[in-house]
């Protein structure tokens, strides 16, 4: 979350300083602001502990990156290319959250929430990644941000992982006890998945010509 939460710091540093958000998803800053937001209320309602804190200060830097792109650089925004539909994302994120949900003893709508943000943060970054697809060139800061959200995916996804490896007999038996379990796994896995690729050629763009210039080819999306 640390990690997320300094992506976008790199991510508002551009827009203030160029004064330019083209290549930046807009649909993605929304999605991020709304799981960050159901995830927020579920843990005032459910958890209250540090991420708490750090998801109010993620949600408050994707706000005012929101409030940038859409009143400040407005000309600048390239909604051309920015394509993907919000409803095509969120509407089989609430069908998952129906059917697989917390089986917790929390009022039933909060574990409907729980499981939206849930599977919301796994495709969150889905339209940014679609946009660079279709400008094929990614410039220095957006993917500096597209990439610290990648490596904040792996570090969560490997923290599942290692907790699993190292015995962790609660999480052995969590997976015999219903699907949610399982699609947690799976929403991790798929939100790594999905960046993997991206973050291999950002790091591919440093080794081969030290730019940071991300070049894109057809079919990474």
């Given amino acids: 979350e640390v990690v997320h939460f300094s992506g976008l710091g790199f991510l508002i540093f551009k827009l203030q300083s160029k004064k330019n958000c083209a290549g930046l998803s807009l649909r993605t800053q929304e999605l991020t602001a709304l799981f ?9 309602m459910m958890e209250y502990d540090i991420h708490t804190l750090l998801d109010l200060l993620t949600l408050a830097a994707s706000l005012w990156a929101i409030y940038i792109v859409r009143f400040q650089l407005k000309s600048t925004y390239q909604a051309d290319l920015d394509s993907v539909k919000v409803i095509f994302v969120v509407a ?28 919301l943060e796994a495709v969150s970054v889905f339209p940014q990644l679609r946009m660079m697809q279709n400008s094929k060139i990614v410039e220095r800061f957006t993917a500096h ?31 015999w006890r219903g699907l949610w379990p399982v699609m947690v796994l ?4 798929v939100q790594t998945a999905i960046l993997a690729d991206f973050c291999y050629y950002y790091v591919k763009s440093y080794v081969s010509d030290g730019t940071g210039v991300v070049r894109l080819p057809s079919g990474i999306v």
Avoid: M, N
């Fill in 36 to 44: 960050l937001a159901v995830r927020l209320y579920c843990s005032f």
């Fill in 92 to 119: 089989p994120c609430v069908f998952l959250a129906i059917i697989a949900k917390p089986g917790t003893s929390h009022f039933i709508v909060h574990r409907f929430l729980w499981a939206l943000c849930v599977y």
């Fill in 145 to 175: 941000y597209v990439f610290a959200l990648g490596l904040a995916r792996f570090l969560s996804c490997a923290h599942w992982v290692l907790q699993i490896l190292d015995g962790d007999s609660f999480l052995l038996t969590a997976f």
């Fill in 186 to 189: 799976l929403s991790e896995i």
